[in-house]
């Protein structure tokens, strides 16, 4: 098992900034692809960003790009999303996700059926 617990989130106003982490622990976090996904209250959860086991490789929903950067440190067994310009749309609760697959044997990043591993999110509001 691997538990993930996610913080960071809290309410801002348009424009402004935050960075999610998540926290891994109960397994070899360095070797998991990671995944931040979201919902808004009546919506399904989508993805916004995901990262391989090793930092190397990223993939960003259309709506994150250029706004969002998502990183992992292995040696902290956590991973970060880093969100800029934040818009009112971006009110969610956020979550993170694992699986050892993803990244690895796994393209499908933005697959929520794909992961293994999922935390209990983190509530990200944007005020205007």
């Known amino acids: 098992q691997m538990q993930l617990v996610e913080s960071g989130g809290g309410l801002v106003q348009a424009g402004g900034s935050l960075t999610l982490s998540c926290a891994a622990s109960g397994r070899t976090f360095s070797s998991y692809g990671m995944g931040w996904f979201r919902q808004a209250p009546g919506k399904e959860r989508e993805f916004v960003a995901g990262i391989n086991w090793s930092g190397v490789n990223t993939v960003y929903a259309d709506s994150a790009k250029g706004r969002f950067t998502i990183s992992r440190d292995n040696a902290k067994n956590t991973v970060y999303l880093r969100m800029n310009s934040l818009k009112l749309e971006d009110t969610a609760v956020y979550y993170c996700?694992?699986?050892?697959?993803?990244?690895?044997?796994?393209?499908?990043?933005?697959?929520?059926?794909?992961?293994?591993?999922w935390g209990q999110g983190t509530q990200v509001t944007v005020s205007s």
């Open positions: 996700a694992a699986d050892f697959k993803v990244g690895r044997y796994s393209s499908a990043y933005n697959v929520p059926g794909e992961y293994a591993y």
